[in-house]
């Protein structure tokens, strides 16, 4: 998943993307070698093979899959520049791609949910928006589809885009995973019915109680009993139909006033 808008979550594009072959034990120009070292968590080191021009570079291993193709490419960019002379442009150079590098990978770590992957940090949690109140909503979602056994915290995204997530990140402060739901701002709108932010809010519950199942090597999020399930909400029609006729202008909303 890149940062770009993602305004679909629930099915309205092909699912499963083609499937590429990515292969994660070079770079794509064959020249740097990438080794995975499960102890490196936001770290990468290089060296340099003597008398080659081959360079071997030691990425995290949760940067194995595809979703870093693009990490690893700037990764091996960058070990490149390392060992150029170093002048004021290339460490420029250096500290940019750097900086972009971790700025990428934190992107892709809080958007993805791999099993292994748990950020340390939870955003600031603000579930008060300008029209809705998330924590009421998820405690009637809560209470009328899960037995009000769902523990989650549940706060408006920080980012302007269409998206809503759900994701598993370790509290710093006890330690315990906490299930994290992040709901898109283009449902806090005057025009945004309240079977719209529950229809939502619902669907990421969902995500808690059906985790993704990997099939032939691949993640499938919203699966075939996912679907099933998410039709259970009583305004799953009317809800579909707002998320797809309003929130789009919703988003490009907030976009064009983050200008
Ligand atoms: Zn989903």
């Known amino acids: ?3 770009e808008l993602q305004i679909d979550l629930f099915g309205f594009t092909p699912e499963i993307p083609e499937p590429l072959p990515i292969n994660n034990r070079t770079s794509k120009d064959g020249s740097v070698h990438f080794i995975y070292e499960e102890r490196l968590k936001k770290s990468i080191r290089c060296r340099k093979k003597k008398f080659e021009e081959i360079y071997e570079l030691k990425l995290p291993g949760y940067m194995q899959s595809d979703e870093f193709f693009p990490v690893r490419e700037m990764a091996a960019q960058w070990t490149h520049l ?3 002379r ?4 290339t460490k420029a150079k250096c500290s940019e791609l750097l900086s972009r590098i971790w700025a990428a990978t934190n992107q892709i770590l809080s ?3 791999l099993p292994g992957i748990r950020s340390v940090r939870l955003p ?3 579930p008060i928006g300008k029209h809705h109140n998330l924590e009421k909503v998820f405690q009637a979602v809560n209470e009328t589809y899960f037995h009000g056994e769902l523990n989650a915290r549940i706060t408006w995204s920080g980012r302007a885009g269409g998206l809503s997530f759900h994701t598993i990140r370790k509290d710093p402060f006890t330690g315990e995973e906490v299930n994290l739901i992040s709901i898109s701002r283009g449902y806090d709108f005057e025009n945004c019915p309240l079977y719209a932010v529950a229809g939502v809010v ?3 519950c969902l995500h808690i109680v059906i985790p993704p199942e990997v099939k032939n090597g691949r993640r499938i999020v919203h699966g075939k009993n996912f679907r099933t399930c998410e039709r259970r909400y009583i305004y799953y029609e009317e809800w579909m139909k707002w998320h797809k006729e309003v929130l789009p202008k919703n988003v490009r909303k ?6």
Do not use: C, V
Request: hydrophobic fraction near 30%.
């Open 1 to 3: 998943m890149s940062d």
């Open 124 to 126: 600031p949690i603000r």
């Open 111 to 113: 958007d993805l949910n």
């Open 86 to 89: 170093k002048t004021a442009e």
């Open 82 to 84: 390392a060992f150029k």
């Open 254 to 259: 907030l976009l064009n006033d983050e200008k």
């Open 202 to 204: 619902y669907h990421e």
